[in-house]
């Protein structure tokens, strides 16, 4: 989204934005920013809310701040790697609650709670979730939250693709649901605006969110004037800005269903409930190696399971692109040379 269109969602906004003071702002956000992100939540508490640059740095802030060497944690998987790359760098051992690929990508509770040790001190989760697009339900997450809450356990959740639910509920924020819960969010995925690289946590836990606060003075110490201006904008436009991300996803998703149902001999296609990405497994040998050739040949970039630590059988399909016909044509003119499959 350009700016103009952004600015233009207020009257006065581009007279603002233009007498915006170039200085540094709060350390945790501006109070209009944490304003209008807290009014997503039930809570609707501004010092709940910690304001970051981008998703990146709240989850690696997060786990230094509540892991220690020979900590053990439970990380949804597959996952975004530094949910469990950043534990394991700090020397907390990692153990994946595994999804099931041949089902839509649902973890299952039961195994969760054998998973949990004495040494256990956090459960992570990603919903709606990248790379399958499954989203919890209600009961499922209810279900995590009790275990989390019988253990006395921190509950991380990425939340990032919040409101992208399509053939699915909207479930409550799990900073709203437990006193220990963490929600990650971002404007990047269910808004369309990851350049302004806003990215925030909401928690109840007030001395949890002093510590994120005391680490992050020493990274980015806050973000900058202009994207938490334009962030704040956007947030009190949520719904408009979702729906345009809408938009362009729901066709997208139509024209990967019509693909899929073409190349039945190449990709097993379950079509994600929410988010922007999709898991299909690929049946023409290694998806890595069908990734590195797609690259390299056509110039369309997926990404394989390998990337995931979920073996070498799927490949990860992003459709929150407005070009995503011309990569599709990319693609199927690679498979037409016979490209797709090893030989």
């Known amino acids: 989204m350009p700016v103009r269109d952004l600015l233009a969602l207020e009257p006065d906004a581009t007279a603002r934005f233009e007498a915006l003071r170039i200085g540094y702002v709060d ?10 992100i807290a009014n997503l ?27 220690a060497p020979g900590d053990h944690v439970v990380v949804q998987s597959p996952a975004y790697q530094s949910q469990y790359s950043i534990p394991e760098a700090i020397g907390a051992e990692v153990t994946r609650w595994h999804s099931d690929l041949s089902h839509e990508g649902a973890p299952d509770p039961q195994e969760l709670e054998r998973l949990i040790r004495p040494s256990t001190r956090a459960i992570v989760v990603t919903t709606p979730n990248n790379p399958t697009g499954f989203p919890f339900d209600r009961a499922l997450i209810k279900a995590v939250v009790a275990i989390a809450r019988r253990h006395g356990l921190w509950l991380f959740s990425d939340e990032i693709y919040r409101g992208l639910e399509r053939e699915a509920e909207l479930i409550p924020a799990v900073c709203d649901l437990y006193e220990r819960g963490v ?22 836990d007030r001395a949890l ?24 904008l956007a947030l009190r436009h949520n719904d408009a800005l979702v729906e345009r991300v809408r938009r362009i996803v729901e066709p997208n998703l139509d024209r ?26 690929y049946l023409g040998g290694s998806s890595e190696a069908f990734c590195a050739r797609l690259a390299e040949r056509a110039g369309v970039l997926l990404l394989p399971s390998t990337i995931y630590d979920a073996g070498d059988e799927h490949v990860r399909f992003g459709y929150g692109r407005v070009d995503l016909p011309e990569a599709l044509a990319a693609l199927e003119a690679f498979i037409n040379r016979g490209e797709a499959r090893e030989r």
């Open 256 to 281: 990967l269903d019509e693909f899929f149902s073409r190349r039945r001999e190449l990709f097993k296609w379950q079509r994600p409930r929410a988010g922007t990405t999709g898991f299909p497994r």
């Open 183 to 204: 929600s990650l969010g971002g404007l990047s995925k269910a808004y369309g605006l990851a350049g302004l690289r806003v990215g925030w946590i909401a928690t109840r």
């Open 41 to 67: 939540y039930d809570h609707r508490d501004a010092d709940a809310v910690l304001v970051h640059a981008g998703a990146q740095e709240p989850i690696f802030i997060f786990m230094n701040a509540v892991l």
């Open 27 to 36: 350390s945790r956000g501006t109070l209009e920013l944490r304003e209008a």
């Open 209 to 232: 969110l002093d510590r994120i606060a005391m680490y992050k003075d020493y990274l980015t110490i806050c973000n900058s004037a202009p994207s938490e201006f334009l962030g704040a």
